[in-house]
């Protein structure tokens, strides 16, 4: 992504998902939106480096996300049908 360093992590902070987890997109009429996602007690809000408007940056990250978390979701499906029990994945 333009103009954004990178730097190695810190700290990494681990969320697991399961039951209660969840993430949504929380659309703005005046401001940009804030993606939330929610782990058990956690609660993590995805907003963009200004309340009022959107950067190239921004926008670069929003779209990696997107790729990223549809991959993540791709390898998580492949693994699940892949186990021995048999189960189904249920879609709503």
Known sequence: MTGRRTVPPVSTIN??????????NHPYPQRSPVLGLVFGGVQVLVTTSAGDRVTVDDLEFARCLAREAASFARSVERMFHGLPDGEGVAVR
């Open 15 to 24: 969320l697991k998902t399961g039951p209660g987890a969840s993430a949504a």
